[in-house]
């Protein structure tokens, strides 16, 4: 397996890529993972509560407000990359049974080697694929149920369907959560189809993101909170617009105009999501 290290910096042949840490020079102890050039995920080693990424601090304001602070969870990861969230719940939710479910098992390796996460009998990464995860899943086990798959920066496709979308409402519990990180850019398409195709299962919803974004204006993330019962609506609201880059959320009729008459997408026609723009993701080096 191919590995180079440039001072600090690591890059490394994984099962799906080519994987590159990059030290943050602002901030000592804090690594981004890239894959493909594509970054990842953002985890300050001393700090697991600091979250660099947009929308990676629009699922942790999610999972802060779904529960009372510091109730543990159970809380289901599809998508691992370097943990950054399931070390967020393990520093604000002691106690809480988190399983992670990554495909890249070469990535877990790396990811364990060179920035180890704290021991922790509770949480639990595995390598396999995040439907057949799901599959093997039992009958309302989970509260919460996270979702940030990628492979070529693009969400797989068995990923996006109808069918996908009733195993993760099967394994939640009749309160539970679904989290997405859904990436799209104009005219929408991808996002208004999942809008559409998770809340044909789980209708109480609200998506929340950069409002050029949601106006389709760039290319960029959404997170989809999702579930059976009303989500925190006014306290997202609050925590998006108070955010380094402030953001809206959408709910009741604007959800209903934005996903705007898309059809569920089922096994049979899903494709993977919209393949993000050239150049988009260099990085300073």
Do not use: K
């Amino acid at each position: 397996m191919g590995r180079r290290r440039d001072a600090d910096r690591v890059v490394e042949q994984v099962d799906t890529g080519q994987a590159e840490l990059a030290p943050d020079p602002d901030r000592p102890g804090s690594w981004t993972l890239l894959l493909d050039g594509a970054p990842q995920s953002h985890v300050d080693l001393t700090d697991p509560t600091h979250l660099e990424f947009e929308y990676v601090r629009r699922l942790a304001a999610a999972l802060d407000l779904i529960a009372p602070p510091t109730t543990p969870l159970r809380v289901l990861h599809l998508g691992g990359g370097a943990l950054t969230l399931p070390r967020y719940v393990s520093a604000t939710r002691p106690g809480s049974t988190q399983r992670v479910s990554e495909v890249d098992g070469a990535l877990v390796e790396l990811v364990r080697r060179a920035l180890p996460w704290p021991t922790d009998p509770r949480l639990r990464v595995r390598v396999a694929d995040a439907r057949a995860t799901l599959t093997a899943s039992r009958d309302g086990s989970y509260d919460v149920v996270v979702a940030d798959v990628f492979a070529g920066a693009r969400t797989p496709a068995h990923l996006t369907s109808v069918e996908y979308a009733a195993e993760v409402a099967r394994v939640l519990r009749p309160d539970g959560w679904y989290l997405a990180n859904i990436a799209d850019g104009p005219p929408l398409r991808h996002a208004r189809a999942q809008v559409a195709t998770v809340r044909s299962v789980l209708p109480r919803a609200c998506l929340v993101g950069d409002a050029a974004v949601l106006r389709g204006r760039r290319y960029g993330n959404l997170v989809l909170v999702a579930g059976r019962v009303e989500p925190p609506v006014p306290e997202l609201t609050r925590r998006a617009a108070g955010d380094w880059f402030p953001g809206r959320v959408l709910a009741g009729a604007e959800l209903d105009r934005f996903a705007g008459g898309a059809a569920v997408v089922r096994d049979a026609d899903a494709t993977p999501s919209t393949p993000p723009p050239p150049g988009i993701f260099s990085v300073r080096r």
